[in-house]
């Protein structure tokens, strides 16, 4: 048995029918039969039942077709451990996908990990639950993370995250009256949830919290991923169950969060890798996992900028920004004739303010130092300089009519009549010209 022997299987089993498949594979179609006959020869089995209608899987053939993809997922992952070598990393870490992980928590993990560790390389694969406890048992992945515990044995779970079940709603539902939404009046509603084929952990727990009331969900769509999910809600076609951080996270415009009444039943994450003996890289980034959900951990990233000192009612006052369209007003130090204390005069408001005395007026400059006044937008500064456009604009016009068009025309014209009313053109619009500017110029104010 060779690699082309069960790539040529592997084509026919996905295809059945030989030509697609020889077409898939660049051959003639008799050469493939001939591999596969040579194949079935050698495993002392029939693989395929073949008629002039039809191509189909033998039980045999079944069975065999469940391994064939592992051994070139393991081919492929020997290659790309030979690369990574050759590019200088020391180690390598398989990590299997399942049922979405937080959005908010991968990137995290993966510069942690890329800043411990840069020297072991991570591949990620997005495979569906039942696949990645498969790789797990034939170490094609080292470890892996799904929303579910039912793994079997050999393969151990470890709850490290925890996100709320919230309901995606679309915006203008007569359900946003509820700040938490009773699981009843969301069962009253269409419903788009994942495909328990795709999503089998998440699928699991969302069936679990929807047991809890004695009454059929009505399912509007299943779907294979949450953006799919978040999309079809902002079109309004149904309600959506997910992790909070999914819907905070998604690009979909008009869709609210809304918890549900009572305890907020809890989406958990949990990490699966295999019992026994795990290596040392391993180890440590099952460490950083878990130190990414814990709040007080000794790897969280301290704040850039220091905590604004809290501003009293003084300060506010000072920071207020001056209003646009209104001039802006020094405050004059005045003497208190009661108290012989300084005050401050805020002019046309009215507003006074105190000061002990031979404390230092508190003098509030609104106006720069050289006692320039800045020009507002909308002020008379920029209807000045729409003036001076629309002014030089005219003259530009003025020298194109009066100076270059009709001087062009007469030197493209090839007769003499022609040239004739052109030139009594020209001297008509020489003489009108200036009067039509003139009268254009008086009512626009120039």
Known sequence: MEIRHLRC????????????????????????????????????????????????LTRAGKLFLEHVPRIFTALQQARDSVNAATNGFHGQLRIALSDGITPSRLP???ALCRQEEPEVEIRLFEV???QQIKGLHDDLYDVGFAQSD????GITAEAVWSDALMVAVPARHPL?????????EVLRY??????PHVCEGHARQVERVLRRIDMEPLIAERVASCDLMMALVSAGFALGLAGAPHIAGSREPGIVARPLAGRSPMLTTYVLHREGGSSDVLSRFIERVQAIESPDGIRATPPLNPIPKRKSSHDHEADRPIPVGRRAVRLRPVRNTETGNQCTDRGRAGRRSCAPEGAAPPVQDRTPDDGRRAVQPGGRGDEQALLWLWKHALHAAEVLIVGFLPRILIFLSRHAAARSRLRRFYWFRLCMTPCFLHHLAADNGL
């Open 128 to 130: 569906p639950l039942s």
């Open 150 to 153: 039912e793994v079997g044995e």
């Open 190 to 195: 269409p419903l788009v949830l994942c495909d």
């Open 108 to 110: 995290s993990l993966l």
């Open 9 to 56: 299987f592997l084509a026919v089993a996905e295809e059945l029918h030989f030509a697609r498949a020889a077409e898939r594979l660049h051959i003639e179609q008799s050469p493939l039969s001939r591999t596969i006959k040579e194949l079935e020869e050698s495993l002392g089995e029939q693989l395929f039942i073949r008629t002039s209608r039809s191509t189909r």
């Open 176 to 184: 946003l009256k509820h700040k938490r939404i009773p699981l009843e």
